[in-house]
């Protein structure tokens, strides 16, 4: 079924009003969720909003907190997220730093007490439009067995990079692990097969089944190298969040436990923020140029396909399963009309 953004966006509002949150916080929830489908990720879009309005219903998040924000040092922020919504607590914790960033040059957030951020891609670009540079991290529930093992004993651990050019800015996203569990559960919710590597069953046997995986482990990317970047993530947000390792993490896939996974975000100023965003920005039309192994499939750069997916799913709309979005409407309050689908739009 295929949905615009505006559709999309003002039913995710409007379920999140209901569910209590302030307006506010509602748009800056479904904007990250709707970002999200836009870019081409429907696994961290709109398939992760049912399950936030039971985590809401079931006092798991608290939708009208903006989180309580302490200054420990002159760069180094304290959030306590006090059960948040994730992209309005971070949000919050990057608009401070961003005011204390022109005193201290470097800052940093550590986000405890949140729920699920999203796509980490949304706040490193936001603070990359400002012409800062930032760097996000945060830990998931045990979802990805180490190198060699076969139990799920590390998060996901993704990491995302922004950094400002005279162009549009340099966006890296990237789990640690192959694929997202948002992706595995995408699969299981479309009923499709998993490619042959991404996971295991629960009992650790290889496996192409998305509700088998669900209950398993996800391959660390790049093997012992993926394994050993997730592991340094996962050591480095515990230490300066002081959160749970992933083994004991919760609340980011269920609706049954408070979220205890931690978040960090890093904001840097540049001392010549004009002629060096020029020269990134040369740069990346140089790499871009140059030669490609396949000539039908020019050299691009991380955030490029996204780029171009945003572009034509604004003009266009996006697909979105079927029953997701019959299950998304059934929930709206009855007060409320019901948005059609862009084809019954269409004359």
């Not at 950094?163 to 992706?183: H, N, Q, R, W, Y």
Request: glycine fraction near 10%; charged fraction near 20%; charge should be negative.
């Amino acid at each position: 079924m295929r949905v615009l953004a505006d559709q999309a966006e003002e039913v995710a509002v409007s379920l999140l009003v209901a569910a209590g949150a302030p307006a506010d916080h509602a748009a800056i929830q479904a904007e990250t969720l709707v970002g999200a489908e836009l870019r081409g990720h429907p696994s961290h879009g709109l398939q992760r909003l049912p399950r936030l309005l039971d985590r809401i219903n079931n006092g798991l998040a608290e939708p009208r907190s903006s989180g309580v924000l302490t200054w420990r040092r002159t760069g180094e922020l304290h959030v306590n997220g006090a059960r948040g919504l994730g992209p309005v607590i971070a949000f919050s914790a990057i608009e401070a730093l961003l005011d204390r960033i022109d005193e201290s040059g470097i800052a940093f957030a550590s986000v405890s007490n949140s729920n699920h951020l999203g796509m980490l891609a949304v706040y490193v670009e936001h603070v990359a439009r400002k012409g800062k540079i930032c760097i996000a991290l945060s830990t998931s529930e045990a979802l990805v067995h180490p190198f060699g093992g076969t139990r799920a004993m590390l998060g996901t651990n993704p990491v995302a990079i922004g950094i400002p050019t005279a162009g549009e800015p340099f966006v890296l996203d990237l789990a640690t692990s192959l694929v997202s569990m948002g992706k595995i559960h995408d699969h299981a919710l479309r009923g499709a097969p998993l490619p042959a590597g991404w996971a295991l069953d629960e009992d650790g046997r290889p496996t192409t089944d998305a509700e088998q995986a669900k209950r398993g482990s996800i391959a660390p990317f790049g093997d012992a190298k993926g394994y050993g970047l997730g592991l340094a993530f996962e050591l480095l947000v515990a230490s300066l969040v002081g959160s749970a390792f992933a083994p004991e993490v919760h609340g980011t896939l269920d609706t049954q436990h408070v979220a205890n996974k931690g978040d960090i975000f890093i904001i840097i100023d540049t001392s010549n923020p004009s002629e060096q965003m020029r020269r990134t920005a040369d740069y990346l039309s140089a790499l871009r140029a140059s030669p490609a192994a396949d000539p039908t499939r020019p050299v691009t750069i991380p955030g490029d396909g996204s780029g171009r997916r945003r572009k034509a799913a604004l003009a266009e709309g996006f697909d979105v399963n079927d029953a997701l979005w019959s299950a998304l409407i059934d929930r709206l309050p009855k007060n409320l009309s019901r948005p059609l689908p862009l084809q019954e739009c269409q004359p």
